[in-house]
């Protein structure tokens, strides 16, 4: 097990997926013109073929690269009896924020704890623009890439300290740049939250109940909870505020500012009712904004109630990114937050309405150093914890976003794609999700089991450490602290 300044790094373990045939970018045909020679399972680098009982089959299409391949075996196969091509399956998956290959790398890296080598692209994806045009800039003044560059990150370290007040709270350090987002009890199954929670708590790190209140079922990781306080204030008792070390205010949500949250009515089961205190089968909304908040001197009234009744707790203030945002960082912190979290437009699960997404809050890479740069300029940006999320998928995202001025970040999407989430944007419609991940049908959510859906996501989170680690050590950094700020490591491919 990995030493990691004290803290011990939870192991990998290989965890494939739930389905027979997962989904992959290629598949191999053999034909019946195939002697058995047994030549392709044994060149093969990566376990496609398997010999069972005098027979060749091919067991894991999925993990074939394709042409990137360095001992491709239909052209070893002495009888031409394997054809390449591509999985038409793959090809309609996804969008262009999150494509195929980042889906598909996603998954390899919650299966095998590594990023993929060869035959998919983990670091980018197709947008066009935001993270998909900056590059980290490794050599003199351009950006390189480092596309199976191999070079160990020795033991930068990853760790953040969430409070920089200095006052008498929890003294928290995450050893991992990043922590769960809020997704609430309703918009996922209970099996979803449990993984992700038992991940973040195994990471030492910590995950978010979103808005539908606190289940008990969460009550052994009390200590890497984070409890919701949300317009609609569903389940929020003083009970739960005390239970745990920080309470996040979600003022707005980057992907439907202005907009609010809404269950539908078939997600509202009775175990979903009781903890929002609401009526089974009726839609469910949360109101925006917070009516009882009008101004920083209401906002702070607000903090200081978490603080009257849990005064160790840190708070947390989670905005979306209107262009004023850097003056709504600035008043948190004056009423008292330590931690700002700028949720930028691109995030939201399938449930988010598109129109939303696209057209209303700023981008998260233009609100960070809008934030940073007058934090700084205003004196504080040393007493308060800048964390960012909206659409940060890989753990390129995760440096470039740090490099412009965040400290961390706070993940939401990445987490169900490793419960191999295939991004097909019905999470709030019927039943829900069909891969048994946004859903409160008691069937469908059996289909994640608790530890299968926990070892998934410390995988894809090790494979982003070592990513990380690689990052920091090519750029010569000890710490993800030194990247802070640090946007002279960044190119912008339409700019320079
Ligand atoms: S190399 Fe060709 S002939 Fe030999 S086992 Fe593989 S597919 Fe069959
Ligand atoms: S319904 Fe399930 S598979 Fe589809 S986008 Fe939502 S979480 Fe992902």
New binding site residues.
């Given amino acids: 097990m990995n030493r990691d300044g004290g803290f011990e790094f939870p192991l990998v373990k290989r965890t494939p997926s739930r389905f027979r045939n997962p989904i992959g970018k290629y598949r191999l045909n053999r034909s019946t013109a195939c002697i058995a020679c047994g030549k392709c399972v044994e060149i093969c680098p990566y376990g496609v073929h398997s010999m069972v009982k005098g027979k060749v089959v091919v067991r894991n299409h999925y993990l074939c690269v394709g042409e990137d391949c360095p001992n491709p075996c239909h052209e070893a196969c002495p009888v031409k009896a394997l054809a390449l091509r591509r999985n038409p399956d793959f090809a309609v998956m996804g969008d262009f924020r999150w494509p195929p290959d980042l889906i598909v790398s996603t998954w390899r890296m919650a299966e095998f704890g590594q990023a993929p080598d060869k035959g998919l692209e983990y670091r980018i994806g197709e947008s066009g623009g935001g993270f998909d045009k900056l590059r980290i800039v490794f050599g003199p003044g351009k950006a390189e890439d480092d596309s199976g560059d191999k070079h160990e990150g020795a033991k930068a370290d990853l760790g953040v300290k969430l409070n920089r007040r200095g006052d008498n709270a929890h003294r928290i350090r995450i050893e991992v740049p990043f922590y769960g987002g809020g997704m609430s009890y309703g918009s996922?199954s209970i099996n979803t939250m449990l993984s992700r929670v038992k991940a973040a708590t195994a990471l030492g790190t910590f995950c978010c109940t979103g808005e539908g209140g606190y289940p008990d079922e969460l009550k052994p990781y009390d200590e890497h909870v984070i409890t919701q306080v949300a317009t609609g204030l569903f389940g929020v008792r003083e009970e739960t505020i005390q239970r745990v070390k920080i309470v996040e205010f979600k003022y707005a949500q980057g992907a439907k500012p202005g907009l609010g949250g809404h269950l539908l009515g078939d997600k509202v089961t009775p175990g979903v009712a009781r903890m929002r205190e609401a009526v089974v089968g009726y839609p469910l909304f949360s109101p925006f904004p917070f009516h009882s908040v009008y101004s920083v001197e209401d906002h702070k009234k607000h903090v200081d109630w978490i603080k009257a009744i849990n005064p160790k707790a840190l708070v947390s203030v989670k905005v979306s990114t209107p262009t004023d945002v850097d003056m709504v960082a600035v008043g948190s912190y004056y009423a008292g937050a330590h931690i700002i979290h700028l949720d930028g437009s691109y995030g939201g699960?399938?449930?988010a309405p598109d129109i939303a997404k696209k057209n209303i809050a700023m981008p998260i890479e233009y609100a960070v150093p809008k934030v940073h740069r007058f934090l700084t300029e205003e004196g504080v940006r040393d007493k308060i914890t800048v964390v960012a999320s909206g659409g940060i998928r890989t753990p390129h995202d995760v440096a470039k976003i740090i490099a412009l001025g965040a400290d961390a970040v706070c993940i939401g999407t990445a987490d169900?794609?490793a419960?191999?989430?295939?991004?097909?944007?019905?999470?709030?419609?019927g039943r829900?999700?069909?891969?048994?991940?946004?859903?409160t049908d008691p069937e469908l959510m059996d289909l994640v089991s608790l530890d299968w859906g926990a070892q998934r996501i410390v995988n894809m989170y090790s494979a982003w450490c070592k990513e990380l680690r690689r990052i920091l050590g090519r750029l010569g950094m000890k710490s993800i602290r030194e990247l802070v700020g640090k946007r002279e490591c960044l190119i912008h491919l339409d700019y320079n």
């Avoid at 829900?432 to 859903?439: E, H």
């Fill in positions: 996922v699960t399938g449930a169900l794609v419960l191999e989430c295939i991004r097909c944007h019905n999470c709030e419609s829900g999700c069909a891969r048994g991940i946004a859903t």
